[in-house]
């Protein structure tokens, strides 16, 4: 196969990388505006804080991360772990 | 006719199966699931009980309402499309047993009383370790075992279960069971088991990832949804179920985040799945129990796209470790997209399925005032969207290029993923037909401007927080590892404690035998030492010369006896 063929992959092209993040950044933004455009309907006290659920959304995974990476150093083993 | 059994289709068919090969064969699975699901549809109403007496057992095999409908709809749906996704594989034993497994399902959702559950509940033990089996390497042969451990136990606990119950109550229907007595305990576990409760879990997480390509999408539909129904007829509104669902649904993404077998991570995600659905059914409510419901039909849909997609990839590839692949969106872009759908429908992003059913859960517990408890079910909601939404399709076809370019799945594996994601993308976007179907009376519509908002940003959020883990180099690489989880306790510290135990004995009788051994050499020396031992007699020699010198001595005497003082 030749490189060329190879190339025309559509994540190959950095372009085209940057140009789906640009795409998605700008949802996040529009969505965390339309907070303050939309007349929400809250039923919980937790709510009332401004875009609390984007807020939440990113704090949640970002503590699922740090929390899952050390938790690999208690529980992590050898791929082969059972079988020895 | 119309009250004939739908699980007797299946075990026909499963005859039939064997005794038939070739394009004949192909038909009989295929129509089976389809002649299944007409059969319930035209002749089968709400509200039959029919019994039947087998060997003075009377075992009621019908017992029809809507709860009951709705999951033997499910069944036959998962089975076909099981069906058409496993039509490549030529092993007879595991077309026997996707049609044993099925039809079992619908047995154990029509069973009317304890008798004909734990009947079907242990066939759908003995058929479903039949796809592990089937992988036939000594990991999947050893974890098949395990796992039929669990689910005989499970059936045994049921059993035990049921019989305490006909001895407080006179009765062996099975209804709303409680937890007001020891059976409905001993029964509850019996659920838990196959429910995957936290800690009774392992049998799942060690079993599933070893199954066989197609097998482990036969496994995700049927066991752990039949476990949902039993819990939604014998245990709802019991608030333990509240707190066992929150952990099931809050444990496993830590585990699923560094997990490296990606049909592993799909695993735990499955437990999460569930606990959403034991929560709806710990609430109680109309709304909650639809939710559940709800959940378990769509669930079975995604989920078994989710694991058809790295089935297919299993196929084509050989593995299925996060950290050996990558950028197979090149070879294989229909797989990826079902796969993103896939993604899409688990995360409940608004239009797919997991959207309209996991937000009557998240709903109901909002309205019973649960609302700390709602915030780690929307921490789970997160992380569900964190590992299976988006790790699964980035690791597996993005990321970095790992080289490999597998060829597109076989023809029937991208009809049976096309079907499910069209399925998925239809329940999400025109739900009010799955609505139709649900058990009970509940006004429920997920579309409004908050609600989508609101899971929007979620979402997109939680996306935005792995962009920036990823660009940082937080986020944890995928390594080859085992990580250890429950089953630790039965693999490696029982049996070490076992084998400790083993060595520990085995010293003790060495050191008492030294013991006992020693003074009985240093008793010989002495003698040999002493001047005794200078006589001819008292030599070590073979016993037989003394028994020759005891016969003489004797001889001797025997003659004087006779001759001398006769």
């Known amino acids: 196969m030749s490189k060329k063929f190879e190339n025309t992959h559509i994540f190959d092209n950095p372009r085209n990388v940057k140009l789906l993040l640009a795409v998605f950044y700008t949802i996040c933004v529009l969505l965390v505006v339309a907070d303050f455009l939309i007349h929400r309907h809250i039923t919980m006290e937790w709510e009332k804080i401004p875009a609390f659920y984007a807020l939440y959304g990113f704090v949640a995974c970002v503590l699922l991360v740090v929390v899952a990476k050390l938790m690999r150093k208690i529980v992590m083993r050898e791929e082969n772990y059972y079988d020895e | ?566």
């Open chain 2, 1 to 566: 006719m119309s009250e004939l059994p739908p699980f007797v289709l299946y075990f026909v068919a499963a005859l039939l199966v064997l005794a038939s090969r070739g394009m004949v064969r192909n038909i009989i699975l295929l129509a089976t699931p389809i002649i299944a699901a007409l059969h319930i549809w035209l002749n089968i109403e709400t509200g039959i009980t029919s019994t039947y007496t087998i060997l003075s057992l009377e075992l009621t095999f019908m017992r029809t309402d809507k709860l009951s409908l709705i999951f033997a709809y499910l069944f036959c749906l998962a089975s076909f499309i099981a069906t058409i996704f496993a039509l490549q594989v030529k092993d007879t034993k595991q077309q026997v047993a996707g049609l044993v497994y099925a039809g079992s399902a619908l047995g154990a959702v029509f069973a009317g009383d304890f008798i004909t559950l734990f009947i079907f509940w242990e066939l759908l033990a003995v058929s479903s370790v039949v796809f592990i089996w089937a992988r036939g390497t000594e990991r999947a042969i050893d974890a098949g075992m395990r796992y039929l451990v669990f689910q005989v136990l499970s059936g045994v606990l049921l059993l035990a279960g049921a019989l305490v119950h006909y001895q407080a109550t006179g009765s062996m229907a099975f209804n709303h069971i409680g937890l007001d007595s020891t059976a409905g305990w001993i029964i509850l576990i019996a659920f838990g088991i196959k429910s995957a409760f936290p800690f009774l879990h392992g049998w799942l997480t060690d079993g599933y990832p070893e199954a066989t390509a197609t097998g482990t999408v036969f496994l995700s539909a049927f066991t752990t949804k039949v476990a949902v129904y039993a819990l939604a007829r014998g245990f709802a509104g019991e608030e333990i179920l509240v707190y066992v669902g929150i952990t099931m649904a809050c444990f496993p993404i830590f585990y699923a985040v560094i997990e490296n077998d990606l049909r592993k991570v799909l695993a735990y995600s499955l437990i999460n799945q569930v606990g959403f659905m034991v929560t709806g059914i710990g609430i109680g409510t109309a709304l909650a129990l639809n939710g559940a419901v709800a959940h378990a039909f769509s669930d079975v849909i995604f989920k078994g796209l989710l694991f058809m997609t790295m089935g297919a990839v299993l196929h084509r590839v050989g593995h299925i470790n996060g950290s050996n692949l990558g950028g197979l969106y090149k070879s294989m872009p229909k797989t990826t997209a079902f796969c993103i759908v896939g993604a899409m429908s688990i995360s409940a992003f608004p239009l797919f399925s997991g959207f309209v059913s996991k937000s009557m859960v998240m709903s109901a517990l909002v309205k019973e005032d649960y609302s700390y408890l709602w915030l780690f079910m929307l921490f789970a909601s997160a992380g569900v969207f964190h590992h299976a939404g988006i790790k699964i399709p980035y690791f597996a076809f993005f990321a970095h290029d790992s080289g490999l370019r597998p060829k597109e799945a076989p023809i029937n594996m991208l009809v049976a993923m096309g079907l499910a994601a069209a399925l998925s993308i239809f329940i999400g976007s025109q739900p009010q037909y799955l609505y139709s179907l649900l058990p009970w009376e509940a006004e429920y519509w997920p579309y409004d401007a908050t609600h989508v908002l609101a899971q929007l940003q979620l979402l997109f959020f939680s996306a935005l927080a792995f962009v920036w883990l990823n660009k940082q180099g937080l986020y944890p690489p995928e390594l080859r590892s085992t990580n250890l989880d429950v089953e630790w306790i039965y693999r490696k510290f029982l049996p070490s404690g076992f084998q400790r135990g083993l060595n520990f004995f085995r010293t003790a009788r060495e050191t008492a035998m030294s013991a006992a051994i020693a003074p009985m050499h240093r008793i010989r020396h002495s003698f040999s030492q002493s001047s005794i031992a200078q006589y001819h007699l008292s030599e070590s020699w073979p016993t037989g010369s003394m028994v020759l010198w005891i016969s003489i001595i004797l001889v001797a005497y025997l003659l004087l006896d006779i001759f001398v003082y006769g």
